[in-house]
């Protein structure tokens, strides 16, 4: 794959991106750091963009010359975030374990329903709770985006989410 | 249940995306402007950027699904558009893009002066010495 990009890049463009990683590279895993706090995740965030830079460079033509670096570094943050995001998938806290294991059934229970089920219930939850399972479900952001959107904390946002599901679960029984 | 909900919120989107062709465009009070700033600085990243590409870096659709690995880029558009009118109490309306625009810019230059980011000096591992030589650098 890499070669086929390789084949398409002109000897001018490889130059402008050698160009780009010389002067840029240090600066884009000082701002993937910022984000990720460790030098091994930072250093993937850095190569992972630069190969996304090799394989879309015709696009950076596009970009006038004095937003070029806001734009590496733009692509730099995006890519250490999703690195932490899925970093933070893998290593639950501890503490939450009970909270999840409710959450957990919470889910299980609310499995049995159809969507036209599930249609119904959702008529009953509010504005904002619906807003809260859209962006979990439908958007998939963590219970730390979440916390920052709606700016309460991370256990808050996971208590909501929990309580959440389990009024859709209520009003599922008492629909029989 | 995580595959039902996630189903029921396309359904859902999927509509309202049809609806939306209809929408007029809603001018902002200043205080509105201010709500609109918040709630875009207050978008995970992945979602701000987005924005930032489409309004500070004028990218077409097409190329913000290319760099960002997006499926469906205007939807996306749309979904975040969406939101942050919902936020304000216009769901049923689409935002004036300049005004977006405008407030958008403001929370990426606010980013931008707060980063502060170091150029860090750094011994690059083999393994990223590794790929940087299969990309030709």
Same mark, same amino acid.
């Given at each position: 794959?890499?070669? $086929?990009?390789?084949?398409?890049?002109?000897?001018?463009?490889?130059?402008?991106?050698? &160009?780009?990683?010389?002067?840029?590279?240090?600066?884009?895993?000082?701002?993937?750091?910022?984000?990720?706090?460790?030098?091994? %995740?930072?250093?993937?965030?850095?190569?992972?963009?630069?190969?996304?830079?090799?394989?879309?460079?015709?696009?950076?033509?596009?970009?006038?010359?004095?937003?070029?670096?806001?734009?590496?570094?733009?692509?730099?943050?995006?890519?250490?975030?999703?690195?932490?995001? &899925?970093?933070?998938?893998?290593?639950?806290?501890?503490?939450?374990?009970?909270?999840?294991?409710?959450?957990?059934?919470?889910?299980?229970?609310?499995?049995?329903? %159809?969507?036209?089920?599930?249609?119904?219930?959702?008529?009953?939850?509010?504005?904002?709770?619906?807003?809260?399972?859209?962006?979990?479900?439908?958007?998939?952001?963590?219970?730390?985006?979440?916390?920052?959107?709606?700016?309460?904390?991370?256990?808050?946002?996971?208590?909501?989410?929990?309580?959440?599901?389990?009024?859709?679960?209520?009003?599922?029984?008492? *629909?029989? | 249940?995580?595959?039902?909900?996630?189903?029921?919120?396309?359904?859902?989107?999927?509509?309202?995306?049809?609806?939306?062709?209809?929408?007029?465009?809603?001018?902002?009070?200043?205080?509105?402007? %201010?709500?609109?700033?918040?709630?875009?600085?207050?978008?995970?990243? *992945?979602?701000?950027?987005?924005?930032?590409?489409?309004?500070?870096?004028?990218?077409?659709?097409?190329?913000?699904?290319?760099?960002?690995?997006?499926?469906?880029?205007?939807?996306?558009?749309?979904?975040?558009?969406?939101?942050?009118?919902?936020?304000?109490?216009?769901?049923?309306?689409?935002? %004036?893009?300049?005004?977006?625009?405008?407030?958008?810019?403001?929370?990426? *230059?606010?980013?931008?002066?707060?980063? *502060?980011?170091?150029? $860090?000096?750094?011994?690059?591992?083999?393994?990223?010495?590794?790929?940087?030589?299969?990309?030709?650098?």
């Amino acid at each position: 794959m890499i070669l $086929l990009v390789l084949n398409k890049i002109s000897k001018e463009e490889r130059e402008s991106l050698e &160009e780009l990683y010389t002067r840029l590279k240090d600066k884009m895993f000082g701002a993937s750091l910022n984000i990720l706090r460790d030098t091994f %995740d930072a250093q993937d965030a850095v190569s992972n963009t630069f190969i996304l830079i090799s394989e879309n460079f015709h696009l950076l033509n596009n970009i006038p010359t004095n937003k070029i670096d806001n734009y590496c570094i733009t692509m730099i943050k995006n890519e250490s975030y999703r690195i932490y995001n &899925e970093r933070k998938k893998e290593t639950p806290l501890e503490n939450l374990e009970t909270i999840y294991s409710k959450e957990d059934s919470e889910e299980e229970i609310l499995k049995i329903l %159809d969507i036209e089920e599930l249609n119904m219930l959702m008529k009953n939850l509010k504005i904002e709770e619906r807003k809260f399972l859209k962006l979990k479900y439908f958007r998939e952001w963590t219970y730390e985006e979440l916390s920052n959107y709606f700016k309460i904390s991370e256990q808050t946002a996971r208590k909501r989410h929990q309580r959440i599901l389990e009024k859709l679960r209520k009003e599922g029984e008492k *629909n029989g | 249940m995580d595959n039902k909900l996630k189903l029921y919120f396309k359904e859902e989107f999927n509509k309202k995306l049809k609806e939306s062709k209809t929408y007029n465009i809603i001018n902002l009070s200043q205080e509105e402007k %201010d709500i609109l700033t918040e709630k875009i600085s207050n978008l995970p990243y *992945n979602e701000k950027v987005i924005l930032y590409m489409k309004y500070i870096f004028d990218e077409k659709e097409s190329n913000i699904g290319l760099i960002l690995d997006l499926e469906n880029p205007e939807k996306d558009i749309f979904f975040l558009e969406n939101l942050l009118a919902s936020e304000l109490g216009y769901e049923n309306k689409n935002l %004036d893009p300049k005004e977006l625009k405008e407030a958008v810019d403001i929370v990426y *230059n606010r980013e931008l002066e707060e980063d *502060n980011i170091e150029e $860090l000096s750094h011994i690059y591992g083999e393994k990223f010495m590794e790929i940087m030589r299969s990309i030709g650098l």
